[in-house]
């Protein structure tokens, strides 16, 4: 479900979250490269200069060929296919991405355990799933662009299949989330490291990085915002991301805290999330439900709803469905 604090707007079941920017740079004639960064000097290229996908994200009914460019002469491209940040240590890219139906192929994200105390729940069947691209060009003075995000799901009949939500897909790195030492998503370092000491066995249901709070487990991440009604434009941000709530963190599918930042990208996400409200962003939360999280989960939404003619504030929210690095969540 979705949260959005600074209007504290709620949501049911996985709600929304989201930010967006528009940049404004200074744009070259497209012949011209970009001029060399200062020796020892790392910097960012113009937007212009961001690989570009010969097809939007979305929903496609069969496979296809994908194909990557950027107009800066002499850049590299590099991509991942797992949710992670190229750099040049990524894939280089040398032609054309077979990207089919990845559905059938064996559960990752959602096969990994350790997730909660009281024991994980693993599907036994595949998830659905799709593909998600991540690129970046680099030039051999080690510049480089933005990183383009996109995910495309090959033969998923989105009505039949998802519904009429919303869809998120989140990008972030596997190791951000589920990594022993950092992941923000797993019991992780901190659980293993007081369930191993008899005195403190007793507490560890609540020890673990799922628990932690503040800046220290906040990871960078982005997100594809697609609406729910065809031909409807969504929006993309990059931000910050931690996990939220109290002890509804036990649970497998757990909130989280969506933070625009300027390291990331934009201050705020500029979007009309729900009709009739406000346009700007700063944090949205994705819910998970809360303590209704072993039930209906759609309570609380359902009583601000009953208030919301009320001279008081109340939290607006609906359920989205997400995809985390391609992967139904």
């Known amino acids: 479900m979705v949260k959005f604090e600074n209007m504290k707007d709620f949501k049911p079941i996985l709600v929304l979250a989201i930010i967006f920017a528009a940049l404004c740079i200074f744009i070259p004639s497209e012949n011209e490269g970009p001029s060399p960064a200062p020796a020892g000097e790392e910097r960012m290229l113009p937007e212009q200069y961001a690989p ?14 994908l194909k990557i460019n950027c107009p800066a002469k002499g850049a590299a491209i590099y991509y991942t296919l797992d949710g992670s940040i ?18 059938p192929w064996p559960n990752m994200l959602s096969a990994i355990s350790g997730v909660c105390p009281e024991g994980d729940y693993i599907p036994p069947e595949p998830v659905l799933k799709g593909n998600v691209v991540r690129a970046v060009a680099i030039l051999p003075d080690g510049s480089k662009s933005r990183v383009t995000n996109a995910t495309y799901f090959i033969g998923i009949d989105r009505r039949q299949q998802i519904g009429d939500t919303p869809v998120i897909s989140m990008y972030v790195d596997p190791e951000d989330l589920f990594g022993h030492e950092r992941g923000i998503y797993v019991l992780g370092r901190l659980y293993e490291d007081i369930s191993t000491n008899e ?6 249901g609540y020890i673990g990085n799922c628990f932690m709070r503040g800046r220290e487990w906040e990871r960078s991440a982005a997100i ?22 109290g002890d509804s963190r036990a649970y497998m599918q757990k909130s989280f805290r969506l933070k625009c930042r300027s390291e990331y990208g934009e201050k705020n996400i500029y979007y009309n999330i729900f009709p009739g ?22 309570r609380d939404p359902m009583l601000q709803e009953l208030v919301s003619d009320r001279d008081m504030e109340t939290q607006r929210s609906f359920p989205v469905t997400l995809f985390i690095d391609g992967e139904y969540w």
């Not at 990524?90 to 991405?97: F, S, T, V």
């Open 224 to 245: 594809d915002y697609m609406p729910a009604g065809m031909g409807e434009k969504g929006f993309s941000a990059d931000l910050g991301i931690r996990i939220m709530g």
């Open 277 to 298: 409200g406000q346009a700007k962003y700063k944090s949205i939360v994705l819910r998970n439900g809360g303590n209704d999280y072993d039930y209906a989960r759609f």
């Open 52 to 65: 570009r996908f010969s097809r939007a994200g979305g929903f496609y009914s069969g496979p296809f060929q």
């Open 199 to 204: 005195d403190e066995t007793e507490d560890a």
């Open 86 to 103: 190229p750099d040049e240590n990524a894939i280089p890219y040398e032609g054309p991405l077979e990207l089919t139906d990845r559905t």
